[in-house]
């Protein structure tokens, strides 16, 4: 049973299209994550949600919305693509948001997503 | 922003080895440092990581030595295999910060 599950795993679209991603983990974490990885392997924090609650929002543009319907599904979702949104955006859990916990990340497989 | 900083950016060893990776942090909140390793196409995975109160931990063929005054901590493999071959972490929360921060990462190759 896959802890962190992520879909689609790989996307290409068209720019200004709209698209989403879906996450769920049956960790029973409190705590949920976006990172985006770009071409060079740098993991960038995005978003993060505890309990529901937004708590990370980092310079994202406006066009990401993340949404968590509860706190075992965190989605992210895309308007208006462009072409430097091409990434993987990893999905994560962690068991807290504070503590040595917050250090104990669950990675999901990864969505890849080509914006052509 | 809490900077976490790695070296090398990539390495080359022969099988058998001892590839050493650094990384050296600012203010740390958590005092929890750890490491993750990721293969292509995969998400990253904790590998192993050290609380401050010691200097060494070893994970089978994976140590970290953590040297607090200096804010550095490193990753040694023994007798390092072509499938460690993949890209390590290093990560820490900054002061004040939920937000686990990650080095640039160091891509391993470890050649047959």
């Known amino acids: 049973d896959t802890a962190v599950s992520q879909t689609p795993k790989y996307l290409v679209t068209q720019m200004g299209n709209d698209k989403s991603i879906k996450c769920e983990q049956n960790?029973?974490?409190?705590?949920m994550y976006w990172y985006k990885q770009d071409s060079k392997k740098f993991l960038k924090i995005m978003f993060s949600?505890?309990?529901?609650?937004?708590?990370i929002n980092e310079t994202v543009p406006n066009r990401f919305s993340p949404k968590s319907p509860d706190k075992a599904h965190l989605n992210l979702h895309i308007n208006s693509l462009e072409l430097g949104d091409s990434a993987v955006y990893f999905c994560?859990?962690?068991?807290?948001?504070?503590?040595?916990?917050?250090?104990?990340?669950?990675f999901g497989a990864g969505s890849r997503l080509t914006v052509l | 922003q809490q900077q976490v900083k790695q070296s090398p950016q990539s390495l080359i060893v022969q099988k058998g080895g001892i590839p050493i990776i650094n990384c050296a942090y600012e203010?740390?909140?958590?005092?929890?440092f750890p490491w993750y390793q990721q293969f292509p196409g995969k998400g990253p995975a904790l590998l192993i990581a050290?609380?401050?109160?010691?200097s060494e931990k070893k994970e089978g063929r994976f140590t970290i030595s953590f040297n607090k005054s200096a804010k550095q901590f490193s990753l040694h493999i023994m007798d390092s295999q072509p499938g460690d071959s993949a890209t390590y972490f290093c990560?820490?929360?900054?002061?004040?910060?939920?937000?686990?921060?990650f080095g640039k990462g160091t891509k391993l190759s470890v050649i047959p």
């Open positions: 990560a820490d929360t900054g002061a004040g910060s939920y937000q686990l921060t």
């Open positions: 994560a859990s962690s068991p807290t948001s504070g503590g040595s916990g917050a250090n104990v990340l669950t």
């Open positions: 203010n740390t909140a958590f005092d929890y």
């Open positions: 949600y505890n309990n529901k609650e937004l708590i």
């Open positions: 050290i609380r401050p109160d010691v």
């Open positions: 960790l029973g974490h409190d705590t």
